[in-house]
């Protein structure tokens, strides 16, 4: 799990399989079994820590130089321009570098995030 890189959302996570699989039949058992609670914890810190209404879930694997298996797990706040709900919310991907979440933030939200699902205060 990381923060992605080129948006202007901060929180915006990318999950990637342990091992490189272009698809999400390519998962063995283990794998997927393990999927659905490591999203449901990562959506639950990200509505503690970040105070998001929702969050959205995205598997696409298809951008070049990107068409393995990862997860957008993007948190939607309650006051998000309604142009920017549901998939539009992929307008924060990209576009201007000056709007992009700054490293130093990534690293906040990240260390944050990750307090969180070890389920310490720290």
Excluded at 91 to 104: A, K, Y
Aim: aromatic content about 6%.
């Amino acid at each position: 799990m990381a923060h992605a890189f080129g948006t202007a959302l901060p929180g915006w996570l990318v999950i990637v399989p342990r091992r490189h699989v272009t698809a999400l039949d390519e998962l063995t058992a283990e794998e997927a079994t393990e999927l659905g609670p490591l999203l449901r914890r990562v959506t639950a810190a990200m509505r503690s820590v970040l105070g998001c209404a929702k969050t959205y879930v995205a598997l696409f694997a298809e951008a070049e130089g990107f068409a393995h298996v990862h997860f957008h797990v993007m948190p939607r706040a309650a006051d998000l321009e309604a142009d920017l709900h549901g998939p539009r919310i992929f307008g924060l991907l990209g576009g201007d570098s000056e709007r992009h979440v700054p490293d130093s933030v990534m690293d906040d939200v990240a260390a944050s995030l990750t307090s969180a699902l070890r389920g310490d205060d720290s």
